[in-house]
T-cell receptor, first 114, second 112 residues
């Protein structure tokens, strides 16, 4: 199973709402990632979790709050977002090995902030 | 057909022709490179990777070439098919960092 699943597929939320994005993988990968992708742009790294611990936060605003409850799950909690936060949010996972950084991506959650 | 990556982000080729997508990477310390394909409405899909101790690697209908001297990476797709239409991203990584840096992407359109 080389699949990363993400829910929901689409999300529309107001600027005062609180919502969460979910990501799951069952490949035994111990590194998991959140990316933000704007239309016609490459993915931008937001957070990296390694062995369920946050290892990289790319200066992401605090209105985005990641959580890794266990080695298979990754959440992104959203609160008080701005319209410019509308984007495709991608989750990815990879094995921990010295060489090879192949990351498997999920299909993404298309977020619209109104 | 051939693209120059950052400067010509769109590449159109006839079905059956070979495609060449180029990428200039920035970090001379990068030692691992990946090509991803992203179809509309989907997440990036792994195509092929290459380590810096190699200059060529072949997969099924795809070949990646690495020129470390000029920090250039290319993806060749043989006998391009309509299903190859997508945005193609190169990505680089260095050392033990888990961080991939993505290029700006090239939109490949296959014409019937």
């Amino acid at each position: 199973d080389t699949e990363v699943t993400q829910t929901p597929k689409h999300l529309v939320m107001g600027m005062t709402n609180k919502k969460s994005l979910k990501c799951e993988q069952h490949m035994g990968h111990r590194a998991m990632y959140w990316y933000k992708q704007k239309a016609k742009k490459p993915p931008e790294l937001m957070f990296v979790y390694s062995y369920e611990k946050l290892s990289i936060n790319e200066s992401v605003p605090s209105r985005f709050s990641p959580e890794c409850p266990n080695s298979s799950l990754l959440n992104l909690h959203l609160h008080a977002l701005q319209p410019e936060d509308s984007a495709l949010y991608l989750c990815a996972s990879s094995q921990k090995k010295v060489y090879g950084h192949e990351q498997y991506f999920g299909p993404g959650t298309r977020l619209t902030v109104t | 057909g051939e693209s120059v990556g950052l400067h010509l982000p769109t590449l159109s080729v006839q079905e059956g022709d070979n495609s060449i997508i180029n990428c200039a990477y920035s970090n001379s310390a990068s030692d691992y490179f990946i090509w991803y394909k992203q179809e509309s409405g989907k997440g990036p899909q792994f195509i092929i990777d290459i380590r810096s101790n190699m200059d060529k690697r072949q997969g099924q209908r795809v070949t990646v070439l690495l020129n470390k001297t000029v920090k250039h990476l290319s993806l060749q797709i043989a006998a391009t098919q309509p299903g190859d239409s997508a945005v193609y991203f190169c990505a680089e990584a260095s050392g033990s960092a888990r961080q991939l840096t993505f290029g700006s992407g090239t939109q490949l359109t296959v014409l019937p």
